[in-house]
């Protein structure tokens, strides 16, 4: 089993590929870190686990699809 | 009302007039329905003072389709409707095709039009879409929503 990380929009761009793969990762932000090499997160950055907006510190399971985008549409986030 | 979806998410441009005839053809019972609001967002040409040429519209295929669907369900459950319908552009979009289409079916308009405005104002804020502008120089990413 692993995780799938993917990323969309201006967050693709920037960390320049729009899906990896993990053998782990303990919690979401840590998904990002090793995704993305430790790159900051941007405040703004949206996340979601299997298409469910979660917080950064929600623990991802083995199997979980880890999703990272900015602000949808351009516009503020209301969950 | 039925369990359906009432959310499509298209590659190609729609009439958003058309889909609304069609829908309320095929999927409502005549006679029934008092008030039929609709919103249709377009693209402009123009955006924060500059010239827009054309826009990418990307999305994440699958929690879109979730989201609109739970935007439906949120409205139905608020409001006494009888059906709802969203229809959004992904892709290349030129200026002047339709890019959204909010439809409500109720009894009586003040329903319709709540619900209608709820329906766009949750996509706008909640469905994972990202706008790219085309501009006469380069490219850029949609940071701002228009207030409503």
């Known amino acids: 089993m692993s995780i799938t ?29 090793q995704a993305t090499q ?6 703004n950055t949206l996340c979601a686990i299997n298409m469910e907006y979660v917080d950064a510190s929600t623990r991802v399971q083995d199997g979980d ?13 209301a969950r | 009302m039925p369990d359906k979806s009432h959310c ?27 008030a039929t609001a609709s919103f249709v967002g377009t693209m402009r040409d123009f955006n924060q003072g500059d ?15 979730s989201y609109l669907d739970k935007i439906c369900e949120e409205a ?5 409707l009888l059906d709802c319908l969203i229809i959004h552009r ?11 289409l909010t439809v409500v079916w109720s009894a009586h ?17 909640r469905a994972p879409f990202w706008k790219k502008e085309g501009l006469d120089e380069g490219h850029r990413w949609v940071d701002k929503n228009t207030p409503g």
């Open chain 2, 76 to 80: 139905r459950q608020r409001w006494n």
């Open chain 2, 8 to 34: 499509k998410i298209l590659n190609e441009p729609f009439d958003p007039w058309k889909e609304t005839q069609l829908y309320q053809q095929d999927q409502l019972e005549q006679g029934k329905y008092g």
């Open chain 2, 90 to 100: 992904v892709g290349e979009i030129q200026p002047n095709d339709p890019i959204v």
């Open chain 1, 5 to 33: 990380v993917k990323f969309f929009a201006r967050l693709r761009e920037q960390v320049g590929h729009a899906e990896l793969t993990l053998d782990s990762a303990g919690d979401v932000q840590s998904a990002w870190d």
């Open chain 1, 65 to 77: 699809e880890v999703a990272f985008f900015p602000p949808v549409t351009g516009g503020s986030h």
């Open chain 2, 109 to 125: 308009r003040k329903e319709a039009f709540e619900a209608c405005r709820y329906l766009m104002e949750e996509l706008k804020s």
């Open chain 2, 51 to 65: 010239n827009v040429t054309s826009m990418t519209l990307e999305h994440y295929p699958g929690m879109t389709e």
């Open chain 1, 38 to 43: 430790n790159m900051d997160m941007p405040d």
